[in-house]
């Protein structure tokens, strides 16, 4: 027996060790679910904000990144709080953390290893955009000098960055790489009051603008819960998990807010899209049960104590109806 329990042991270890080797290689692996989502940047391009490098220090970026999120999330939503309406302070909190998880994967910039194949052409010269005024708006922002980039195009053809060694790229997704940023905002639509002004180059601004923008939808569909029957929960009181959910497809995903309730009806044909919000919402949730802040292990974010546990009090805090926000209120002070 004590031969068998030695074998075992080691057995056992061996398990270990190769597990803990493999998540050692996801965590500092490119992270290959952005490959065909990254614009690639002029190498003097200005960006503001942390940068994504999977080489680098996740717990620097990851306290950097939510920090912006959770001062941002605030100054939206302090309204609430001030009026003693905590719950709707905490569901708007809820539905921050949520989107540009869900929306860019906690991600706007990152800095690469430059390989063959990795800048892609169609991306960078903006052929790939389906519509003809995206692509004119694409074509004035980010391949020709102007008031934001003064000396140099934001982004470059991949010809020219050959000889670069590392690379640095700004997520631009959505089907046909329309969608920029961390808050994934749409070229097309927003090019006056985002992309015009320069905000892309900014991590700070670009949450600042995506949040805004949810705001526009949260807070007359909260108002005026009792019109959307997805949000009434035992005949008067409102369903908030709802609200999070519905923002997001009405205001965000389908920019009307008469779609709100459309991730309550089966046969929408944006079910996918609803759950697929729904499932990054969750994954927001088992933060607080010490779950994996990020999409995946290749994109996993470190944080300090003192972020983790702001991130965990907005949950509990949402999720039990409370107001403990010792944790919170030292990330907005410092």
Same mark, same amino acid.
């Given at each position: ?19 803990? %080797? ?10 290959? $679910? ?13 960006? @503001? #904000? ?11 970026? #990851? ?8 001062? @941002? ?29 869900? =929306?860019?994967?906690?991600? &706007? ?16 010269? #903006?052929?790939?955009? &389906? +519509?003809? $005024? ?61 992309? /015009?002004?320069?905000?892309? *180059?900014?991590? =700070? *601004? ?12 949260? *807070? ?21 998990? #709802? ?6 497809? /009405?205001?965000? +995903? ?38 994996? $802040?990020?999409?995946?292990?290749? %994109? ?35």
């Amino acid at each position: 027996m004590l031969e068998f329990a030695k074998t075992k042991f080691f057995l056992t270890l061996g398990a270990v060790l190769l597990s803990t %080797l493999c998540y050692s290689f996801q965590a500092h692996s490119r992270a290959t $679910i952005l490959d065909r989502s990254m614009l690639s940047l002029h190498p003097q391009a200005q960006i @503001e #904000g942390p940068i994504f490098d999977y080489h680098g220090d996740r717990q620097a970026y #990851g306290d950097y990144f939510f920090s912006i999120l959770i001062n @941002e999330a605030h100054e939206q939503a302090s309204r609430y709080l001030k009026q003693g309406d905590t719950q709707g302070y905490y569901a708007f909190m809820l539905l921050a953390l949520t989107v540009p998880l869900h =929306e860019g994967l906690y991600v &706007q910039f990152r800095t690469v290893d430059n390989t063959p194949g990795l800048c892609q052409e169609s991306l960078n010269n #903006g052929t790939r955009l &389906q +519509n003809e $005024i995206a692509r004119e708006f694409f074509q004035q922002t980010f391949l020709e000098v102007n008031s934001h980039n003064k000396e140099v195009p934001y982004a470059v053809s991949c010809d020219q960055l050959i000889e670069e060694k590392r690379i640095n790229q700004l997520i631009s997704g959505g089907t046909d790489g329309s969608d920029i940023s961390v808050m994934q905002v749409n070229v097309r639509w927003h090019y006056d009051n985002f992309l /015009g002004r320069g905000d892309y *180059r900014s991590v =700070e *601004r670009s949450i600042r603008y995506g949040l805004a923008y949810l705001m526009r939808g949260f *807070r007359p569909v909260y108002a005026n819960y009792e019109n959307y029957h997805c949000l009434i929960e035992d005949k008067s009181d409102i369903n908030y998990e #709802g609200l999070i959910r519905g923002t997001w497809a /009405g205001q965000y +995903n389908s920019g009307n807010i008469t779609r709100t309730c459309r991730f309550a009806d089966s046969s929408s044909p944006y079910t996918e899209r609803d759950m697929g919000f729904k499932n990054n919402l969750e994954k927001v949730y088992e933060i607080a049960n010490g779950g994996m $802040i990020g999409f995946n292990r290749q %994109l996993e974010l470190k944080v300090s104590y003192e972020v983790r546990a702001a991130l965990e009090e907005i949950i509990v805090n949402f999720l039990n109806q409370s107001n403990d926000r010792d944790a919170i209120e030292q990330i907005l002070e410092s």
